[in-house]
């Protein structure tokens, strides 16, 4: 497949790459599908767990919002450190640069301070380390961002039993839940009503969900929201002091409690298999009780003239 040719910043805002050399192995493959990539990270300038210091991350960012051949910012990877950027980024220069920012689980942050301070919008998307550096691809996560970048509509379907019937629009936004609720009761929190919420963590007891949740609930976000979709929540341990308790009792009775629906089973999460949200978006959410499909419209785009991508369902 040929990809079209834009210009793809990478910018390291959190964790350092495990591995650079399957980085270098990534870009070189998306360089010789068409992409442009321009690598604003130096694997020699690391500092502790982190792509390099708090100044040198946040001047990565900047210089990829700022590079005037680049269409897309990518992060490198999530695991932890854009909270310690949050007060010095410019979100008014990535709204005015017109640039899509991609990324999920630490990125989540910047999604929510974009929308929240300019109402700009970004990608809950791929990053460089795994979805581009792992020597196989996944096609369905490739498929969700090629074609949702190419627009103008993008639709993701997901599977689940059990999920109640919704039909319901509003502005779909959310992300990681420990990113999203860190972000409670500060600037970069944005105020959305009748939207849907989508969420998802990894390694998190259904207790610590649940906890998170509730906060979100009793902060009053939860009712001004007229959906709930929760994706994937896996490699957490229960241990015998659960007594019974899993993740569907918590999820029964987090569906007693809250005062909108809450739905399962949204492709989206620390997973390979991943599809891609624009986070802002306007989104038509159908659901049954075995599946349902968010049609997610108005929300940047690149003119992709090279190819269009079929969407896999």
Known sequence: MTLPNIGLAIAATGGAAPDNAAVERGIARLREQGVTVH???????????????????????????ADPDVQVVMALRGQYGITRLMPQIDFKAIADSGKIVVGYSDLTALHMGLFAKTGALSYAGPMICNDFSDEEWNEYTQQQFWSCLAGPTHTVRGAASGNPVVEEE????GGNLAMLVSLLGTEWFPTIDGGILFLEDVAEHPYRVERM?????QAGVLERQKAIVLGDFSRYKLSPADNGYDFD????????KLPVPLLTGLPFGHISRRATIP?????????DAVGFALAIYDYPTIDLAAERFDQRR
Do not use: V
């Open 170 to 173: 509003g502005t779909i936004w």
């Open 39 to 65: 690598n604003y990270y130096d694997h020699a300038l690391l500092h502790q767990r982190f792509g390099g210091t708090d100044e040198s991350r946040l001047a990565q960012l900047h210089a990829a919002i």
């Open 213 to 217: 949740l509730l906060q979100l609930m």
């Open 249 to 256: 009792e918590m999820l029964a009775y987090m569906r007693a």
């Open 279 to 287: 986070f802002g978006a306007k989104a038509e959410l159908t659901s």
